[in-house]
């Protein structure tokens, strides 16, 4: 198997999040883009890169805060509008 590593950015808040997602987590990046996301494969390593602790957040983290490997599994939209909740408009 080819496994490549991958380097996720977003807020620590929602690298947490798909982290703590029951027994399975899940990546949550890209305000929904699907096409980012379908270009990894089971087995890839993703490392999590927080600018943020919060979306829009001026605290400077700056810090990897998760690394996990990628199940199998189809990357899907999980909020069913444009916008996601927090979002600035």
Sequence with gaps: MNRRNWIAVASAEHARRGRDHGSV???????????????????????????????????????????GVVQTGEPKRTWPTASWPGDAA
């Design 25 to 67: 987590g899940f990546m949550q990046v890209g305000h929904g883009k699907l096409a980012p996301l379908r270009r990894i494969a089971p087995g890839d390593r993703v490392a999590y890169y927080a600018p943020a602790t919060v979306l829009h957040g001026t605290d400077k983290l700056q810090s990897f805060v998760s690394i």
